[in-house]
């Protein structure tokens, strides 16, 4: 079972109220206790094909249908939930995960976040496997406000599991993947350094200085969630990821302007590359 590194107290009877379950009106053990892998978007579709398990998409039922804030999928042991976008977002999701995984007895659970990011100094199209995610000003930590103190937390991710993914890469070599910082931010604009949002209050020297900065300390990409969600996974125990794909790179432009076949390309690198580590990790993984 996943174990929690805080003193934590759970009730038996619990409301899972933004996925729309709970323990008196679900039977969690029986719906989720084989999960061993979950994704933090949408990628059950994806996975069943690779896994070659029975039914299709259209089979497919959404678990959280009683609620229009997140989308939760199960097939064989992979859950694939949306967390929606930013801090915040991705923070009330995983409080409901975690207790989810408990109530459901789950254990040996690996958790990765897969989605897009804006690159630094790397070509679109690119991976990157986030070792530490850090804040603004480039520090490894995520700071939080519990009650009126302000609460920081490591953001630390598995090294071990981060090699294996990067190991699991090399069957994929059209694309480049990487293991690096990832820089969270509050916001997707003048909190990433753009020019192009309703306001900005700085030059294109100013926001190519920063970027650059970032750059030599190691940060690659720039996203909003891995922070909160190396934190909580951290403190909760749980082998946690992050594996982004790049859609431009920042030292060169502030707008995704690729075309839309090429985006969606993109964003299938991420499934791939996770999709052989679940099938290395189940024992399934037979290259072509």
Do not use: W
């Not at 650059?212 to 909003?224: D, F, S, V, W």
């Amino acid at each position: 079972m996943i174990y929690f590194n805080l003193i934590v107290i759970l009730p038996l009877l619990n409301i899972l109220y933004h996925l729309d379950l709970g323990t008196k009106t679900h039977n969690l053990p029986a719906m989720f206790g084989d999960v061993k892998f979950q994704q933090n978007e949408g990628f059950c579709a994806f996975i069943r094909k690779e896994l070659g398990l029975e039914g299709s998409e259209e089979d497919m039922q959404d678990i959280c249908t009683g609620t229009d804030r997140y989308c939760m999928y199960k097939t064989g042991p992979v859950l694939s939930i949306n967390h929606g976008m930013g801090i915040p977002s991705i923070s009330i999701m995983l409080h409901e995960l975690i207790k989810l995984l408990y109530y459901a007895k789950c254990y040996d659970v690996t958790i990765i976040r897969i989605g897009t990011s804006g690159g630094i100094g790397i070509e679109p199209g690119s991976i990157v496997i986030t070792d530490t995610a850090v804040d603004s000003f480039f520090k490894p930590q995520f700071e939080q406000i519990i009650l009126d103190t302000v609460v920081t937390q490591n953001t630390e991710l598995d090294k071990e599991l981060a090699e294996e993914l990067l190991k699991c890469s090399k069957e994929v070599p059209d694309f480049p993947t990487l293991i690096g910082h990832t820089m969270c931010t509050y916001d997707f604009y003048e909190g990433q350094g753009r020019l192009d949002g309703a306001l900005c209050s700085f030059s294109n020297e100013k926001k190519l200085d920063y970027l650059q900065r970032a750059y030599k300390t190691g940060i690659r990409n720039i996203e909003m969630e891995s922070s909160v969600f190396a934190a909580m996974c951290g403190l909760c125990g749980l082998k946690a990821a992050v594996v982004c794909v790049t859609l431009l790179n920042r030292l060169e432009c502030d707008q995704i302007n690729l075309p839309r076949e090429v985006l969606l390309e993109y964003q299938q690198h991420p499934q791939k590359l996770i999709s052989i580590f679940i099938k290395k990790r189940l024992g399934r993984y037979n290259p072509k």
